[in-house]
């Protein structure tokens, strides 16, 4: 019986190539964009889940009062470790080193670890013992791209490296290289390329016992495996309870928490990430639009297919007189809607290979061509194309299987059955396929107004001509750096120099908490503030005035216990005070209890509030303090009186060579650094914005068969109204009148819907323009209605 359903599928598609085309066209399309988001949506769900027993892995998380952190205080995971003995856990810290190996030399983020780094990650190691790799001092394990970078085809296990500015000591260290890395998965939260055994730092600076209960020590990171059936909140609470009898009173910080490693990526985005987490909101969203590409393809099968039923009828009424039955019908319309969509099918498949480098570099996933090859991606062409099968062709044949072959042969009937309502019905889809697209359009518009928004937004500061270079790690002496900085100012294009211990944009990472003093206020509601060590001129170089006081000068020893808070923080602390106490001027010569970095400061100045971050954060309270030393001030400012060229930065090399000779020399632009920032989004904007293309290319081209239809049902009618002396353009109003009225409709119905949508994703930014989502609106309106109007 199939083979008979076959080859009348097959010649039904030749009959009717227009209309063949039309629909292997639109499925191709709409199974190709369901691919592509099926395999985006299977990669973001997919981190981290190659390590054993994954749904096991946990990382220690800090509760702050206003923010989480997947750091914490040294001691703190020393004690867990020696107070669960039986569990696996794996601390280590990160830390910008300089490596070099002959000639070569380059700044390199190493990871601190401990052996038990590979009892909790499956890290496999290409060369080298995983279990004795990190054992003793001086070892090191590399990725396999930094072993190729420093040692090339040669086998480097054995070999040595320089390790300069570990711990911000400035000492070279010699590393043994007792590992190489198998490659590791991109669908990981982190990928280490320097693995340095934790030995290392106990040999060289008693690191476990000098450490052990410094409580200032933060920034450290521990992931641990546990028990099978063991509740994650349990052993949280029996962590916390665990530190907070070992700490000492007043220990900043909160609850401890436990986050399973698969959940990481796509639902953390707390300070200090190691590297930029996704979201799962993209992840629905993409779904959403996957569905509704394939659902409008779908629809343009179905409208064809019952606009076309007339035509079909006497065919049917045959077979029927001649003892087919209603599963026969409807089988033989399912079997031409599967020879569509296995022609889709085919068609997709090249749709993606030759789409995979453009997806490649909007999502940055590395997929290749033999994807299409693996069992996943074919059992998902498979699922994707009966689906298809189904959708498009189930009410199809559902509906023309009904026709009752006496009425059809008698002439009583354009259709019978259930054909009574089928215009109304391809009505309706047909809205509620320009509906879909209205609302993608929109989605698409105000998308990139609002990245727009956020890139040209003011931040506060003047972000031109603003270069920020990274302190060398090993450079802890406060003579070169203060001599390099002084060296630079003198360059004649160099108008500021400045350092501070965030590089922008970034989330400031250091707290603490502050309330006026003298006014009797409990510790428990002391403000939680962000707290950045800058330099003299700092504010100069980023052009930011005191809106009262002063910022830092030289000369003046208070300075080193004085303060200067942004508008948000003298904001949050006034509200404490008398009503009478609250001015500006009352806030100057105040000292604030706090708990770190200087116990009683005073505040000198208020600044006008500027971003240190990118725009998807509202700013936060912030006090500045000179730093202490060279320790923990990571990055140097500069400003130059005109755009920085290639001679400017040649000269500011030569200063920095002659300072820091054994640091390779790295800059960055910060208006740039703010423009990369929003580098994810707008990719995948872009991604958003090719998919809406195609749904409206999907809806478009159901409407044009369907117009191609109309005329050709009414040939006779337009032959008589030409002999009557209508013009070519009356004719073309008078049948896209009734598909104007449809898309109109659309619209009307869109419109509100994307606007109540688009509203609450707006809501979710800190900042955004009033006026975008009203524009984009109106915009997806003007949009639809010109080209349909004309």
């Known amino acids: 019986m199939f083979p008979n359903y076959l080859k009348s599928a097959l010649r039904a598609a030749r009959r009717q190539l227009g209309y063949t085309a039309i629909n292997v066209i639109g499925l191709a399309v709409g199974i190709a964009v369901c691919l592509l988001i099926t395999l985006y949506v299977r990669h973001e769900l997919s ?58 030399r380059f700044n390199e983020r190493v990871f601190i670890a401990q052996p038990s780094f590979f009892d909790v990650f499956t890290f496999p190691l290409r060369t080298g013992s995983a279990a004795e790799a990190l054992e003793e001092p001086r070892s090191v394990v590399l990725a396999p791209s930094v072993a190729e970078k420093y040692f090339g085809d040669q086998n480097p296990v054995g070999k040595t490296l320089e390790v300069n500015g570990l711990m911000g000591a400035d000492r070279s260290l010699r590393m043994q290289v007792t590992g190489v890395l198998e490659p590791i998965p991109h669908a990981s939260h982190f990928h280490p390329k320097i693995l340095l055994s934790w030995a290392t730092v106990n040999a060289v600076f008693d690191f476990d016992e000098h450490m052990r209960d410094n409580w200032g020590s933060y920034g450290f990171r521990a992931y641990l495996k546990i028990p099978e059936g063991a509740s994650p909140d349990q052993l949280a609470g029996r962590f916390t309870e665990q530190v ?62 019952t606009a076309r039923a007339s035509e079909r009828a006497r065919e049917i009424g045959v077979r029927k007189t001649v003892g087919a039955v209603r599963s026969q019908i409807a089988g033989q319309f399912l079997a031409e809607s599967s020879v569509l969509s296995g022609l889709a099918l085919v068609g997709a498949v090249g749709l993606v290979a030759g789409a995979l480098p453009l997806f490649r570099t909007l999502t940055d996933i590395p997929l290749r061509t033999g994807v299409l090859t693996e069992p996943f991606t074919i059992g998902a062409l498979l699922a994707i194309t009966g689906i298809t099968i189904f959708g498009a062709g189930g009410y199809p044949a559902f509906i023309l299987s009904q026709y009752d072959p006496i009425q059809v042969l008698g002439g009583r009937s354009r259709g019978g059955g259930g054909q009574r309502g089928a215009p109304m019905l391809r009505k309706g889809l047909v809205v509620f396929q320009f509906a879909v697209s209205v609302v993608l359009v929109a989605g698409t518009l105000v998308a990139y ?86 330099g003299y001129d700092f504010f100069e170089t980023l052009g930011v005035e005191p809106i009262a006081g002063r910022t830092f000068e030289r000369g003046r020893g208070t300075d080193s216990s004085a303060v200067v ?63 202490f ?45 703010f423009e990369a920032a929003y580098r994810t989004e707008r990719r995948l904007g872009t991604l958003f914005g090719v998919f809406a293309g195609l749904a409206i290319f999907i809806a478009g081209l159901g409407l044009f068969g369907l117009a191609a239809f109309a005329a050709r049902q009414r040939r006779k009618e337009i032959g008589i109204r030409k002999a009557v002396g209508a013009s070519t353009a009356q004719i073309m109003k008078l049948f896209s009148t009734d598909f104007f009225k449809l898309v109109l409709g659309a619209v009307v119905v869109a419109v509100p819907v994307a606007y109540v949508a688009l509203d609450r994703w707006l809501d979710t930014f800190a900042y955004a323009p009033t006026s975008a989502l009203a524009s984009s609106c109106w915009q997806a309106w003007v949009c639809y209605w010109s080209p349909c109007w004309q």
């Open 449 to 534: 107004g609002q990245l727009d928004y956020l890139q040209s937004a003011r931040l506060g500061f003047d972000q031109e001509r603003v270069v920020t270079l990274p302190r060398p790690p090993a450079a802890s002496s406060p003579s070169a750096s203060q001599s390099f900085r002084s060296e630079v100012a003198n360059q004649a294009e160099v108008t500021a120099v400045s350092r501070a211990s965030e590089e922008l944009p970034s989330r400031i990472t250091g707290g603490s908490a502050y309330v006026f003093d003298g006014f009797g206020i409990p510790e428990s509601e002391h403000r939680p503030t962000r707290v950045m060590a800058v």
């Open 629 to 673: 030393g060279e320790m923990g001030v990571n990055t140097f400012y500069l400003r130059t009186d005109a755009d920085p060229t290639s001679q400017v930065l040649s000269d500011v090399r030569g200063v920095w060579n002659q300072f820091f000779p054994d640091a390779p020399f790295a800059y960055s632009f910060v208006d740039q650094s």
């Open 47 to 104: 981190y981290d889940d190659f390590h054993e027993d994954a749904d096991r892995i946990y990382r220690v998380v800090t509760d702050w009062e206003s923010r989480s952190s997947p750091s914490s205080y040294w001691p703190a995971i020393q004690t867990i470790k020696e107070k669960n003995p039986a569990l696996p856990v794996a601390p280590f810290v990160g830390n910008e080193t300089v490596v070099t190996r002959e000639t070569q």
């Open 244 to 305: 907070k009898k070992k700490a000492p009173p007043g220990k900043p910080g909160g609850p401890l928490q436990l986050q399973a490693l698969t959940n990481i990526h796509l639902h953390s985005n707390m300070e200090g990430e190691l590297e930029p987490n996704g979201s799962i909101a993209y992840v629905y969203l993409f779904s959403v639009v996957a569905v509704f590409v394939l659902v409008l393809a779908c629809v343009n099968y179905v409208n064809l297919a």
């Open 565 to 627: 808070l942004n508008r948000r923080a003298y904001e949050r602390l006034v509200q404490d005070l008398p009503a009478d106490q609250r001015s500006l001027s009352e806030a100057l010569g105040r000292s604030l209890m706090a708990q770190w970095p200087v116990e009683t400061p005073t505040v000198i100045g208020i600044v006008e509030d500027f971003h240190v971050a990118s725009l998807e954060a509202p700013i936060e309270p912030v006090a500045f303090f000179l730093p």
